[in-house]
Structure formats: C-alpha cells, structure tokens
C-alpha cells in the first residue's frame, strides 16, 4: 500500500481522515516531530479548532519550517479547514497569531446577524467550469467553521491560484484553493460522502494536481445542483443495552423505550452499526448516536459505544456525533475521568462532535448562579477549547409547561403563546429543561439553557421534545422558532417526524438549521432518500447521495 504522512500536532479527531485515506488504498504513517517530515512524499496538516491554537501548536513543536521546505520541495501536500485557513497571514480569530503567509489575506468571522454561525453542512466547491481536484458541480462537500475567507473574483487568481468557492447568506468565500503541489479545502474531504473520498483519492494518486485548471469534461459540467447550503436531514440512533445484554437500537413514544406488551422489554429496532450505514447509503447527511442509558458496568475504556464508533467511522464517512454520559465521571477503578477524557475518546474512535445533555442543564443552572460567569471548568468550555465549538452539541430534551393568562405576570419563564391550548384551555406555555432522560424536570428553561450553553463555547443545539418524541405528528415548531430566536448558533429540530411532509414544514416554517428523525427510519417507514426525494420535490435544497 502506498503511503501518506500525516502530521500528528494534537488537532483532536483525525480518526475520519485517516479512516478516509485507508478507504482510497493509502497507508497512514504519523509524523510526530519536525525531524520526520523530510522523509513525506504526500503529507497532509489536518485541522480543527481554533486558528490561533493549532498554529501555535505548529510553530511550538517547530513544524513550521519543516512544512514550508516540503512545499518549496515541490512535494504533495494537502491541508484542511484550519489547515487551509494556516496557509494565510492572519485570522481576526487569533489576530496576535501568524499564519504561514503563503497567502496574502486575512480570514474573517461569517456575519451572524442574519444566519447561525458556525456554517455547518454541505454547500458547494465550484470552480467556474474547471478542474479542481475532481470536485464537481452535482456534489456538495461537508463544511463546519465560524471564520472564512471572503472570495474576491480574481484576487487569489492573480497570486496563481485556482479556487472553488461556496456562498453562505449572501457571504461568498473560499472553499477550497490549489496551486502547483498544493490543496487546501475548507470543507472536510473526509467527511464528505463519497464526492470527498474522490478529492481524497485526486490528491494521493497525483491525477487531482496534473489537471488543476483544465477545462471540467461536458459530462461533469453538465450535471450541477441548486446551489448553496443543503437542509441537512439527520439520522439518530437512540443505542442502549436491552434486557439480554445486548446494545440495540432502540426507540421510544415520549421516551418511554419499553414496548408495550406485558413483558415490558426493551424495544429493538436493529443493530447500530448495520444501522448507520443503511443511513449512511441512503444519503443521511449525519448519523447520531446516542448512548440512552449509562451501561457502564465495564471499565471507561471499554465501552461498547467506542467499538460502534470504530466500526462505523471505518465505512460511513458523514460526520458522526455521539452523547450520553459526557461528564466528569469516576471509572470502575475509582479513577476520576474528565468530560474531556471521555470526549477524547469518543474522538479517538471516530467521532466528530460530542452531544452533552444533562451535564449541561447542571452547567447553565451554575452559570446564572454565579451571575453569568463561565468558570471555564465545564465539561462544554473544555472540550470546545481543546477541539472548537463545532465539536461540541447540547442535546436538550424539553418538556412543555402551560400557563394559563390569569398566571403570567408571575411566571418567571420565557412564555409563548401558543396554538395549541392546554387541558385547561390555557394559551401559554414555556418549555422546561429535564435531565436524566427525561426523569427530572428542571425550574429552567429552554431559552436559559440554550443561551447559557451559546456562552459557554457550544457550537450547536440538538432540540429534541419529549412531548412529540415518538408521535409521528410533526416537529413542536414553537419551541423551534422559540430557541432559534434565543441563539445565534445552528439549531437541529427534532422529535416527532412521521413523514416527509414533516421535514418539509419544519424547513419552511421555521429558520431550523437541520432536522433529525429516527422511528420514522428505524420503523422503515420511509428511507432518508425518500425525505430527501420529497424536500427537493418541494424546491429545498438537498444533498443527493453520490455514490
Ligand atoms: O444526559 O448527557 O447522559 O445524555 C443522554 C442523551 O440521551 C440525551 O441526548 C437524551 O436526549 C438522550 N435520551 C435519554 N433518554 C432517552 C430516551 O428516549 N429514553 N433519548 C433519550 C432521546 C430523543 C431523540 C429521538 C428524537 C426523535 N431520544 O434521540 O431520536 O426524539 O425521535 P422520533 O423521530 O422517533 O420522534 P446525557
């Protein structure tokens, strides 16, 4: 197998691209310290987090001119999302820190006053009828940062590079740039589907450099898409271990998992892995998982999730969230373990983002205690320090509370007034955090905690509602619009699909960002690509499988 040298700078979860770069035929040999990146024909910086972070892990570790000499070499090199932002001057992210100035610009946050910043799905890399890469006009690629670089025609082009761009509320900027030996995206080839693994395979074999800037053949150029940011549908598995000791996929009515015949056993709707990767098949945009209860009878670093994660990132390459139980813990051994410590493990394995839920009721409920002062101890402050907001999700799972007019002046919550009265005609409502699944209703709202979580470093809300959990009645678009107001980041609706026209209404009666389903999946009711079908039918754009 032929190889491809990695450079191995502590950037968190790499596990997909090396997983990628084995699915193309490479092998992946790490390069641990300056010293080795002499002996890299290819060599490939990934990239997450924070701009001022990784480049100051580079230059501490003395990389940066170990890098610079294998691109004045002329040697393969790729470098992805803040990979491609480090080959600029500057970030206003980090502005006391340096890029690698083989670009001369300077990236800028997305305007979040119109749209949820961080940008997150799969938008374009077009490229004006020309090669790049084999990118192609029909595919969409997987993007998730909060800083860009806006694209100017001609700007970059005069410095010698070919570019592809992608648009964002209005904002256009670069997605991806190549010049010579060079290549460097924005979007996450590895997570890309199918159409990322060919970018992948482009840069290894070397055909992606030969024919940089030829003419796109009529067959590619002629097959395009709606352009712009897809509605990304989500596929959830709800995963937990039933009576036999078993870890099943599982799914409730309300959050109640256990059927209802008189053996009261846990539901099971199929095995996780096979799973994930029907969805994976039919064009699910993410796969979720999320550990439903604590089977924790084995040791931290055993836990099965952490096999499903391995498998799963081994052949579905869409990004993988997992949660439940991410907290600071104490091991079978009586070790304290960290939120941090489980999350890298959960990242080690093969997963992109972490998804918090009680822990991070707990966390905001002390955040408003202390009068609005991030301690920088969370579990949520810490892991998106070490790995960027976009990897960390807080699932909430709210339930309604009504309020009838006469009581509204003393109710401390954020009401709206909704649609659907209470038992007792009454007009209001606000929504109540619960934590433990569901067990434990909170004095706290939905509009507290998202906003408290926003504060913390959080880069995306996972909006789950227990009362339309299971229903097959269509997604609580109040409570959506009611926290989509209340945050600037993106929002996932979920709870309560039941057909295609559900996914339609939350898209085009709400603002929300993604939308989630699993019963409607699991029970094979409908295939993703059915959604999918009827989304585009319906004139949203959507991601189309590839393959
Ligand atoms: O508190 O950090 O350990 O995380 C526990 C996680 O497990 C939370 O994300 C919580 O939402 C989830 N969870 C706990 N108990 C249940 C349960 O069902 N008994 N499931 C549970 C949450 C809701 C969604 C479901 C949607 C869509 N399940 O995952 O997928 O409601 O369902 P539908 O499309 O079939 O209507 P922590």
New binding site residues.
């Given amino acids: 197998m032929p190889t491809v040298h990695l450079l191995d700078y502590v950037a968190g979860n790499v596990r997909s691209l090396v997983n990628a770069i084995e699915k193309v035929g490479y092998e992946v040999e790490w390069i641990s310290s300056p010293d080795q990146v002499a002996q890299a024909e290819r060599l490939i910086l990934p990239g997450v987090g924070h701009f001022g972070h990784c480049l100051s892990q580079l230059a501490a570790a003395g990389y940066l001119p170990a890098v610079r000499k294998h691109i004045d070499e002329g040697k393969p090199f790729m470098s992805i999302c803040v990979g491609l932002q480090a080959l600029f001057n500057g970030s206003s992210e980090d502005p006391a820190c340096s890029g690698l100035g083989m670009i001369d610009g300077s990236l800028t946050r997305f305007d979040d006053s119109t749209k949820a910043v961080p940008h997150i799905g799969w938008n374009d890399a077009r490229t004006a009828g020309l090669q790049f890469y084999d990118l192609r006009p029909a595919s969409k690629y997987y993007y998730v940062h909060s800083y860009n670089y806006p694209y100017r025609e001609g700007e970059l082009e005069a410095q010698g590079w070919s570019v592809a761009t992608a648009t964002y509320g209005g904002e256009t900027f670069v997605g991806a740039v190549a010049r010579g030996n060079v290549v460097a995206t924005q979007f996450h080839p590895e997570k890309s589907g199918v159409a990322g693994l060919r970018m992948i395979r482009a840069f290894l074999d070397g055909s992606g450099a030969k024919s940089l800037g030829q003419p796109l053949p009529a067959s590619v150029s002629e097959v395009t898409t709606a352009p712009g940011l897809t509605r990304r549908v989500i596929a959830?598995l709800?995963v937990r271990t039933n009576d036999q000791g078993d870890l099943v996929v599982t799914?409730?009515d309300q959050?109640?998992?256990r059927e209802k015949s008189d053996d009261r056993g846990v539901r099971n709707l199929g095995k996780p892995v096979e799973l994930a990767e029907r969805y994976y098949a039919q064009g699910a945009d993410e796969v979720?998982f999320?550990?439903?209860?604590?089977f924790r009878d084995c040791p931290l670093a055993d836990v099965p999730m952490l096999e499903i994660l391995r498998l799963t990132s081994k052949t579905v390459f869409v990004p993988l969230t997992i949660?439940?139980?991410?907290?600071d813990t104490v091991d079978t051994d009586g070790t304290r373990v960290s939120a941090l410590d489980i999350a890298t493990m959960y990242f080690k394995s093969g997963a992109d983002k972490v998804?918090?839920?009680?822990?991070?009721v707990t966390a905001a409920e002390a955040y408003y205690a202390a009068g609005k002062q991030l301690s920088g101890t969370t579990a949520i402050e810490q892991i998106a320090g070490a790995y960027g907001n976009q990897a960390v999700v807080v699932?909430v799972?709210p339930k309604r509370v009504y309020v009838a007019a006469a009581n509204l002046a003393e109710c401390k919550h954020s009401t709206i007034r909704t649609a659907f009265p209470g038992p007792n005609g009454e007009e209001y409502c606000w929504y109540a955090c619960t934590?433990?699944?569901?067990r434990e209703t909170r004095d706290f709202d939905v509009v507290q905690l998202t906003q408290a979580v926003e504060a913390m470093g959080c880069g995306e809300i996972?909006l789950?509602?227990i009362d339309?959990?299971?229903?097959?009645s269509g997604y609580d678009l109040e409570l959506i619009s009611q926290v989509k107001s209340a945050v600037h980041i993106p929002v996932i609706a979920?709870?309560?699909?039941g057909n295609p026209s559900h996914f339609a209404e939350v898209f085009e009666k709400t603002t929300t960002d993604a939308a989630?389903?699993?019963?409607?999946f699991h029970r094979g009711e409908y295939t993703v690509t059915e959604v999918k079908d009827y989304l585009a039918k319906e004139g949203l754009v959507v991601r189309q499988f590839d393959g």
């Fill in positions: 959830c709800d799914k409730g959050y109640d998992v979720t999320l550990n439903i209860t604590s949660g439940g139980g991410i907290r998804s918090i839920g009680s822990d991070a699932s799972d934590i433990k699944g569901g996972l789950n509602c339309k959990d299971g229903t097959n979920s709870s309560g699909a989630l389903g699993a019963g409607i």
